[in-house]
């Protein structure tokens, strides 16, 4: 059972690149979400897709677009990356209701230069 | 505009002494509160989580302390041992709105 899988797991970018981060979930969950991690910011909610077929912003989504490509995948595209998103992302999935545990993906390492 | 404030930013502990690190929320709306426990390398994990209608949950060496009225909630790990340093985050979530608001988070070193 392999949770929540994310690729790649490092990438650097130059200042205008575009990528496309991927995630996968094999836990049949609802909700799936992208969250980036800064030194002493904690982990910020950049998008979320409540359920298949609908996404929506989160605390910090400049920059970023989203897509629920169905239920086990949801990918995060950086159109043209700014150093500023120079950050580790972590995908995530639970079932989409209160109190459910959020599981969470090891990270993508990514550096813009 | 911070919801979820969390301190000390890191704590240094010894084996078998008591870690404390403490939450306090501004949003009377939060009705779900879990800590999430990371390490180095790894994406975090769900640790233990307690709701507002109980003071205290434990699983272990791990202790939940809620306080309403103060909005505020800790944990407290008791016994720490070296393999509990990791960064620790508590964060919360309200009814239906089940995204999770996390608070920076506690860098918790258990030296030997």
């Known amino acids: 059972n392999a949770g929540v899988t994310q690729t790649p797991k490092f990438q650097v970018l130059k200042t205008g690149q575009s990528m496309t981060l991927q995630c996968a979930q094999d836990?049949?969950?609802?909700?799936m979400y992208w969250y980036r991690q800064d030194p002493g910011m904690g982990l910020r909610l950049i998008y979320y897709?409540?359920?298949?077929?609908?996404?929506d912003k989160g605390e910090v989504p400049n920059g970023y677009n989203v897509s629920r490509l169905n239920k086990r995948e949801f990918s995060l595209r950086l159109e043209s990356a700014a150093p500023s998103q120079t950050s580790v992302y972590f995908c995530?999935?639970?079932?989409?209701?209160?109190?459910?545990?959020?599981?969470f993906g090891e990270g993508s390492w990514l550096t813009v230069v | 505009q911070q919801q979820v404030k969390q301190s000390p930013q890191s704590l240094i502990v010894q084996k078998g002494g008591i870690s404390i690190i403490n939450c306090a929320y501004e949003?009377?709306?939060?009705?779900?509160f879990p800590w999430y426990q990371q390490f180095p390398g790894k994406g975090p994990a769900l640790l233990i989580a307690?709701?507002?209608?109980?003071s205290e949950k434990k699983e272990g060496r791990f202790t939940i302390s809620f306080n309403k009225s103060a909005k505020q909630f800790s944990l407290h790990i008791m016994d720490s041992q070296p393999g509990d340093s990791a960064t620790y985050f508590c964060?919360?979530?309200?009814?239906?709105?089940?995204?999770?608001?996390f608070g920076k988070g506690t860098l918790l070193t258990v030296n030997p």
């Open positions: 995530a999935s639970s079932k989409g209701s209160s109190g459910n545990t959020i599981y």
């Open positions: 836990m049949n969950h609802n909700s």
């Open positions: 964060a919360a979530s309200r009814g239906s709105n089940y995204k999770l608001t």
């Open positions: 307690i709701r507002p209608d109980v």
């Open positions: 897709s409540a359920s298949e077929g609908t996404t």
């Open positions: 949003n009377t709306a939060f009705d779900y």
